[in-house]
Each structure stands twice: as structure tokens, then as C-alpha cells.
């Protein structure tokens, strides 16, 4: 199973021809489980309320796209918490603490184009 970062998520959604090649041979394997995590549609309404302009999508239709596209959900659990604390403190950004915490709880990798994130041990994969 591959979940994506808030990033790739917006990419894949909105304007795929940003997508790294790599990140589409991916997204465009049939056999690869795509997901995306509750914390990136949080991730994208706070930021919306704080009125950042880059974030013009609406993440009712964001979230209704992906699910009619194929994609799992994987909503935020207590043991996703509770995960970031064995995380060292490599990058300080709290949404992707959590997606890295969720990956690695739910045994997907996650796919990421931050060299922040790739840092982490795990089964995280930089594009």
C-alpha cells in the first residue's frame, strides 16, 4: 500500500503533470493499493482557513474524487498518536510526523517528494 503526502495527493488529484515520472509509474501500477490519510485533508482545511493561496481545492471534492478513484482512507487512530513519539525529531511539521506514523502502523510505505520526510527510517519512498 502506498500513502501519499499531502503533496503528491494535490498532484495526483488536481495536476498530475507536476507528479515526478516516478511517482506515475507508481500511482499507475494496478497492483499498488493507493491511500491517503484523513491528516492530509485536515492538513489541507487548516490551511485554507489561514487563507493560503496555493490551496484552492476543495477538500469535500478532493476527498469524494479519491474515493471514487480507488483510493483507501485511512483515518486518523489514537495508535497513530501515539506512533510519533517513537519518531526521532528529524522534521517538525506535525502532519507529516503523523504520516509517517501512520505508514508505518498500517505497514504501507509512504510516498513522498520531501527530503525532510525521506529522512526517517521506514518504508518511506522519496520521488
Known sequence: MLLLDTHLLLWAAGVPERLPAAARRLLEDP?????????????IVI????KERSL??????LRRG?????????????????????????HKDPFDRLLIAQAEVEGATLLTSDKQVAQYPG????V
Request: glycine content about 4%; cysteine-free.
Open 31 to 43: 497492483d499498488q493499493t493507493l491511500a491517503f490519510s484523513a491528516a492530509s485533508l485536515w492538513e
Open 47 to 50: 490551511k485554507r482557513s489561514l
Open 56 to 61: 484552492q481545492v476543495d477538500p469535500r471534492a
Open 66 to 90: 479519491l474515493l471514487d478513484g480507488g483510493y483507501r482512507e485511512i483515518p486518523i487512530l489514537s495508535e497513530h498518536a501515539l506512533a510519533v513519539e517513537r519518531l526521532p525529531l528529524l
Open 123 to 126: 518504508a518511506i519512498r522519496k
